[in-house]
């Protein structure tokens, strides 16, 4: 056996900013798990869910679509224009998502190590290196295209676009912040969600401010120009534990 390293990596950003097309990229191009936090919100207020129905405690009955679903774009507009009311639905829903990421990289990990693993430190970083650290059988680097030959790393991306918001920095041995200019971000939005310039600018204010996300950054990529150029970045990341 040898030493096996988990690197965790945090996808985050800006509403807009271009988070699906590099997840989706570091899936396809790069073989990587992908733990999305937007499926896990989604399971949160399924049909029957005690969120959903603390939801609609909250706003009545009007805020189901016809076949009992969550109305969404309803629940946004009262959420992105009330503070209050925002912060009220991330407390029902931010500890469910969080228990989902525990539970789906421990399934990863025990999926690709034979060796149980002793999970109660999940979501801490080792001083020495800020990376966990577990044993790996040699043979898994070659079955299994999360690794990275020679080091034996188990690469998940998580992608939670309120990571810094909803305090799950832990999760993380590395976060990666995508960027993009104020003005391209809110021509994006306005374009992608059919958004006047004032409703996209509310849900932009809504996120902690981009500036300060990449502040706390340990990679940034900088997806104001073309996908070509960032998918160039993303590359170069993913390289360093390919030595």
Same mark, same amino acid.
């Given at each position: 056996?040898?030493?096996?390293?988990?690197?965790?990596?945090?996808?985050?950003?800006?509403?807009?900013?271009?988070?699906?097309?590099?997840?989706?990229?570091?899936?396809?191009?790069?073989?990587?798990?992908?733990?999305?936090?937007?499926?896990?919100?989604?399971?949160?207020?399924?049909?029957?869910?005690?969120?959903?129905?603390?939801?609609?405690?909250?706003?009545?009955?009007?805020?189901?679509?016809?076949?009992?679903?969550?109305?969404?774009?309803?629940?946004?507009?009262?959420?992105?224009?009330?503070?209050?009311?925002?912060?009220?639905?991330?407390?029902?829903?931010?500890?469910?998502?969080?228990?989902?990421?525990?539970?789906?990289?421990?399934?990863? #990990?025990? $999926?690709?190590? /034979?060796?149980? =693993?002793?999970? !109660?430190?999940?979501?801490?970083?080792?001083?020495?290196?800020?990376?966990?650290?577990?044993?790996?059988?040699?043979?898994?680097?070659?079955?299994?295209?999360?690794?990275?030959?020679?080091?034996?790393?188990?690469?998940?991306?998580?992608?939670?676009?309120?990571?810094?918001?909803?305090?799950?920095?832990?999760?993380?041995?590395?976060?990666?912040?995508?960027?993009?200019?104020?003005?391209?971000?809110?021509?994006?939005?306005?374009?992608?969600?059919?958004?006047?310039?004032?409703?996209?600018?509310?849900? #932009?204010? $809504?996120?902690? /401010?981009?500036? =300060?996300?990449? !502040?706390?950054?340990?990679?940034?990529?900088?997806?104001?120009?073309?996908?070509?150029?960032?998918?160039?970045?993303?590359?170069?990341?993913?390289?360093?534990?390919?030595?």
């Amino acid at each position: 056996m040898s030493d096996g390293i988990v690197r965790l990596i945090g996808l985050t950003g800006g509403i807009a900013t271009g988070k699906t097309a590099i997840s989706n990229y570091l899936r396809d191009a790069c073989g990587f798990p992908i733990l999305d936090a937007d499926i896990y919100a989604r399971e949160a207020v399924n049909p029957g869910s005690p969120i959903l129905y603390s939801i609609v405690e909250r706003y009545g009955a009007a805020i189901l679509l016809p076949d009992g679903n969550l109305n969404r774009p309803e629940l946004g507009n009262i959420i992105f224009c009330n503070p209050a009311e925002r912060q009220w639905l991330e407390q029902q829903i931010h500890p469910y998502v969080r228990r989902r990421f525990v539970e789906e990289t421990q399934i990863c #990990i025990a $999926a690709s190590s /034979p060796v149980s =693993q002793d999970t !109660q430190n999940l979501g801490t970083k080792t001083p020495e290196t800020g990376f966990f650290h577990q044993k790996l059988e040699p043979s898994i680097v070659e079955k299994n295209p999360g690794f990275c030959a020679p080091t034996d790393t188990l690469t998940l991306v998580l992608v939670v676009p309120l990571l810094f918001e909803a305090n799950m920095t832990d999760l993380c041995t590395e976060i990666w912040v995508v960027y993009c200019s104020p003005e391209v971000q809110l021509e994006r939005l306005m374009q992608r969600d059919g958004l006047s310039y004032d409703r996209a600018n509310a849900r #932009i204010n $809504a996120q902690l /401010p981009l500036a =300060q996300k990449c !502040q706390q950054a340990d990679v940034i990529l900088d997806n104001s120009s073309t996908l070509d150029s960032v998918f160039v970045q993303v590359d170069v990341q993913v390289s360093r534990f390919e030595i």
